[in-house]
C-alpha cells in the first residue's frame, strides 16, 4: 500500500473540507469516545464543522509562531492521510513537539480502517527522525480503548506507563486511567 501525508493547513483543509465532514459523520459513533470534537454537540453539521477546523489551524499556526519566537515552547503538527486512490484514510499528528527534549506526541484517527494509520505512523517515525530531529514518541490512550492500545504495542511503543484518574485532554473534564507507550526512535 502506498500512502502519503500532506501538511493540515488552510488550503488542504478546505480542499478536503467536504469529504472530511462526510467521513466524521459516517464515522461519529466510532470516534466520539475518544476524539471530543467528533461528538455532534461539537460538530453538528458542516458548518460547525468548518468553524471548529478553521479554529483548530488557528491555534496550531499561533503554537508555532510562539515556538519561532522562543523555541522552548512546545507546538505541533497534523496530516491528511491519503491512500493509494488519493481519498482520505485519516489523519495523524504530532502534539507537543519539544525540541529541547526531542519529544512529541503522536497520534493517530482512522476512516476507513487502521491499515492508512498504521502506514502513516510509520511516515511520521521517519519525519521525527530526518526533519525533526526527536529521538522519541509516545501515544496516549485510554485504559478502555483495547484497540489503540494494540495499535502501539504492535507498532514498537513498547515502553508503558499508567496515570490513574486524569483529565482526558484540556477541553475534557472527564477522568479516565491513561496508558502512555513510547518509543525510541533509531534508524
Known amino acids: 500500500m502506498s500512502i502519503t501525508l500532506e501538511k493540515l493547513n488552510f ?27 467528533a461528538d455532534e454537540k461539537v460538530t453538528p453539521n458542516k458548518f460547525r464543522f468548518y468553524v471548529f477546523m478553521t479554529l483548530y489551524i488557528s491555534d496550531t499556526k499561533r503554537k508555532k509562531i510562539a515556538h519561532k519566537l522562543n523555541p522552548n515552547k512546545l507546538y505541533d503538527e497534523q496530516f491528511f492521510v491519503y491512500n493509494e486512490q488519493g481519498k482520505i484514510g485519516g489523519m495523524c499528528g504530532l502534539d507537543n513537539i519539544n525540541i529541547k527534549t526531542k519529544d512529541a506526541e503522536n497520534w ?65 473534564p472527564n477522568l479516565a486511567d491513561i496508558y502512555t507507550y513510547r518509543k525510541k526512535l533509531t534508524r
Open 11 to 37: 488550503r488542504t483543509f478546505a480542499k478536503n473540507v467536504g469529504e472530511m465532514y462526510d467521513l466524521l459523520d459516517l464515522n461519529r459513533a466510532r470516534l466520539a469516545p475518544w476524539f471530543w470534537w
Open 108 to 172: 493517530g484517527l482512522a476512516f476507513k480502517g487502521y491499515t492508512e494509520t498504521m502506514e502513516a505512523i510509520k511516515l511520521l517515525d521517519d519525519y521525527c527522525i530526518d526533519t525533526l530531529r526527536l529521538t522519541s514518541v509516545y501515544g496516549r490512550v485510554q485504559s478502555t480503548n483495547r484497540a489503540s492500545m494494540l495499535f502501539w504495542q504492535k507498532y514498537g511503543y513498547d515502553e508503558r506507563t499508567l496515570e490513574k484518574n486524569v483529565r482526558i485532554s484540556k477541553r475534557n
